[in-house]
Structure formats: C-alpha cells, structure tokens
C-alpha cells in the first residue's frame, strides 16, 4: 500500500517490558513503515533497554502521560502523530483504515479507533466493549485506550496534552473536537483484557464511569487520581 502520508507513533511507558516485546515488532512490521517513538516516565524494568534493541526513538523527559505523550510528539517528523498505549494492538487492517479515511476524507483532522478486546472470549468482554461503543455513540467521547491520531500541523497549533494527572485522554479529546473535525474510525484498536479481568469487567466500567460524572462535576483530576490509584 502506497501512502501520502507518514505516520509517527508515540507511546508513553512506565515499566512495559512485556508489552513492549510484543508491540515493537508488530508495528515494525506494518507498511508503509511507522516512525516509532516511545516516551519513558521512569521505569525500573527494561521498557528502555527494550526500546533501544528495537532501533526505535526513546526520550525519557518527565512523568506522567499527558507530559510523556507530549515530549514523545515533540520528537515526532512525520505527518499524523498517534497515541498507543502499549498494550494495544494495531491490526494491519486498521492501519490502512486510518491512511485511507485520511485521504478520502480531507476535512478529518483526527479522531480515534472502535475500542475491541477482540481475541477475548466471552459474554463479559463483549458487553465491556458495548458499554464503550455506548459512551462514544451518546458522548462522543472515546478514551486513550482508542489510539488518538491527529495532524502534527494541529498539534503544533497548541494542542498538546495537558499536563494532569489523570483525565488527560478526555480533557484533550474534548478541547480538540471543539477545535477541529475529529472522528472515531469503525476499524478496531485492540486492547488488552488484562486489567479489566483482574479488577473485574463490571467493577471497571462503573469505576471509569463514577470517575468521569466526578471529573465532569468538577472534582480535580489531582484528587482522583489519589482514588484511581487505590
């Protein structure tokens, strides 16, 4: 597949070795080829030292996501910047997604990917991923974990990631999408069931849920993150 546009993946990482093993080679693999960035807030493990085996651009610049994501972007040459967390997956099909809408769709600025915990079997991750489509289709309001994208000439314009500790994801997408014409692709961003199997499906949902009614009644993202980290 053959693209007019370049696209930088930024990936912010405090202590990720394991998936870091598994996301490198993946998008390495992709064509046309990612410039890969990934952006380090301390880690006692071998994030970095894997990040280096792989050839790919490492800046460990503060702490904390919306400052990792920013240093990380601020590295960045190409065209498009996107946001993963590393534990997601990009299938090869979503990626040539995003380069197709971008090109088909000159007015899309940005946006986001399906949230999937495809690979997953069961009744409850499906329902997880219903209750994320729900958000997004009501609220417009897709989180981190659905890989944000957007133009570096966008994000030069004072669109970086305010640096808070939680609620980054939702502060930025909202800021953005009132900006420009943002949009949440039907191609999926894979994301690992790991933390939602060990607190619980249900357990996660209405916490995320209780955490977002909070912040948007006002409460400091400084104060819930002292309860998102219990």
Same mark, same amino acid.
């Given at each position: 597949? @053959?693209?007019?546009?370049?696209? +930088? &993946?930024?990936?912010? %990482?405090?202590?990720? $070795?394991? =998936?870091?093993?598994? !996301?490198?080679?993946?998008?390495?693999?992709?064509?046309?080829?990612?410039?890969? @960035?990934?952006?380090?807030?301390? +880690? &006692?493990?071998?994030? %970095?030292?894997?990040? $280096?085996? =792989?050839?790919?651009? !490492?800046?460990?610049?503060?702490?904390?996501?919306?400052?990792?994501?920013?240093?990380?972007?601020?590295?960045?040459? +190409?065209?498009?910047?996107?946001?993963?967390?590393?534990?997601?997956?990009?299938?090869?099909?979503?990626?040539?997604?995003?380069?197709?809408?971008?090109?088909?769709?000159?007015?899309?600025?940005?946006?986001?990917?399906?949230?999937?915990?495809?690979?997953?079997?069961?009744?409850?991750?499906?329902?997880?991923?219903?209750?994320?489509?729900?958000?997004?289709?009501?609220?417009?309001?897709?989180?981190?974990?659905?890989?944000?994208?957007?133009?570096?000439?966008?994000?030069?314009?004072?669109?970086?990631?305010?640096?808070?500790?939680?609620?980054?994801?939702?502060?930025?997408?909202?800021?953005?999408?009132?900006?420009?014409?943002?949009?949440?692709?039907?191609?999926?961003?894979?994301?690992?069931?790991?933390?939602?199997?060990?607190?619980?499906?249900?357990?996660?949902?209405?916490?995320?849920?209780?955490?977002?009614?909070?912040?948007?009644?006002?409460?400091?993202?400084?104060?819930?993150?002292?309860?998102?980290?219990?």
């Amino acid at each position: 597949m @053959i693209s007019q546009f370049t696209v +930088s &993946v930024i990936i912010p %990482t405090l202590n990720e $070795e394991t =998936n870091l093993s598994r !996301l490198l080679p993946q998008l390495q693999a992709l064509t046309p080829p990612l410039e890969i @960035i990934v952006s380090d807030g301390g +880690s &006692v493990d071998n994030s %970095t030292i894997i990040a $280096e085996k =792989n050839g790919v651009l !490492l800046c460990c610049e503060g702490r904390g996501r919306g400052a990792q994501l920013n240093a990380g972007a601020d590295l960045a040459t +190409s065209d498009v910047l996107l946001f993963l967390h590393a534990d997601s997956t990009l299938p090869v099909a979503s990626y040539c997604g995003l380069l197709e809408s971008l090109a088909a769709q000159e007015e899309l600025r940005g946006g986001a990917f399906r949230f999937s915990l495809e690979g997953t079997p069961g009744l409850w991750p499906r329902l997880y991923e219903f209750n994320v489509q729900l958000r997004c289709r009501l609220l417009n309001l897709p989180y981190g974990d659905q890989g944000f994208f957007i133009y570096r000439s966008n994000w030069q314009q004072g669109l970086q990631f305010s640096d808070i500790p939680l609620m980054e994801d939702v502060e930025w997408w909202r800021r953005v999408n009132d900006t420009l014409k943002m949009c949440i692709l039907p191609y999926p961003l894979i994301t690992s069931a790991r933390r939602f199997q060990k607190r619980g499906y249900l357990v996660s949902a209405m916490r995320n849920l209780w955490m977002l009614t909070r912040y948007q009644c006002g409460v400091s993202p400084f104060k819930l993150v002292e309860e998102y980290s219990k």
